[in-house]
């Protein structure tokens, strides 16, 4: 799909950004890797508009040599349930845009805490920042989780998941992007929220062979990435798009600061 940003307010980036563009191609082919890539997903890895997403997981980020290695844009971890915030969260928010790329940051939901303690605390912790792309909330099972390893009914879910996302658009003045993997979404999002952009995650396939019918502005194609500036692996990400699609979405948002 061809993805533009209906309802955006601003993201302010230096005119390198907007250059670098033309050139990441050939900077994405040269500088970020993948330690274990998968067959299925090569084309991601040649698409033009590359970006990553992180947290406290990575530790100390250069991100001007991230930057120089050809990514864009940075989706960055805040905050978790109602009182969790990544103690990464402000440094990598104003060091990534001080290196020129488009970030927005992300809330992971936490099923046994009320949605509405959820939203209070993203707002409480996330800047109101003219500058940043769309907030995302990450949905997702917490099969793994110590604390909160259920599942809970389709309807309540679906009814959390509003009760956030109207919460983080009245907040940025940006409708939300939707973040979630293949179990969530099947068990959950089928045929719901179908005016959101999502970010999918699809590490083995390519996303419309696993979410037949969703149109989809991101995708999360490997955990196993790397990139210069960053220590470690790192999930990689492309944006659905070509260099003028991108190009158009930050003029649109850089006019309306």
């Known amino acids: 799909m061809r993805f ?21 191609s050939a900077a994405v082919a040269g500088a970020l890797k993948d330690v274990k890539p998968h067959e299925a997903v090569t084309r991601a890895h040649t698409m033009p508009i590359q970006g990553i997403d992180v947290s406290y997981w990575q530790g100390d980020i250069d991100w001007r040599q991230v930057r120089a290695a050809g990514v864009q844009f940075a989706f960055i971890k805040a905050t978790e349930g109602g009182d969790h915030l990544d103690p990464m969260f402000l440094r990598n928010w104003h060091a990534a845009k001080r290196a020129g790329l488009a970030r927005g940051a992300y809330h992971f939901i936490y099923w046994c805490r009320y949605a509405s303690e959820q939203a209070a605390w993203f707002v409480r912790n996330v800047p109101r920042d003219p500058d940043a792309l769309p907030p995302v909330l990450d949905l997702e099972w917490h099969t793994h989780s ?47 929220f ?28 490997t955990t196993t ?20 699609d991108w190009d158009r979405v930050l003029r649109w948002l850089e006019a309306s600061r």
């Open 4 to 24: 533009a940003y209906r309802r955006l307010s601003s993201v302010g980036l230096a005119a390198a950004t907007v250059v670098a563009v033309a050139s990441g």
């Open 146 to 192: 110590k604390t909160c390893p259920g599942k809970i009914s389709r309807e309540l879910a679906l009814k959390k998941i509003k009760i956030i996302l109207d919460a983080m658009e009245a907040h940025t003045g940006k409708r939300p992007i939707i973040y979630t993997d293949p179990a969530f979404h099947k068990d959950v999002l089928q045929g719901e």
């Open 194 to 221: 179908k005016s959101y952009h999502y970010w999918l995650r699809s590490v083995a396939a390519e996303p419309d062979k696993i979410y037949r019918g969703r149109s989809w502005a991101f995708w999360q194609f």
């Open 225 to 244: 990435g790397t990139v210069p500036g960053i220590k470690g692996k790192v999930d990689r990400n492309i944006y659905n798009g070509s260099p003028s």
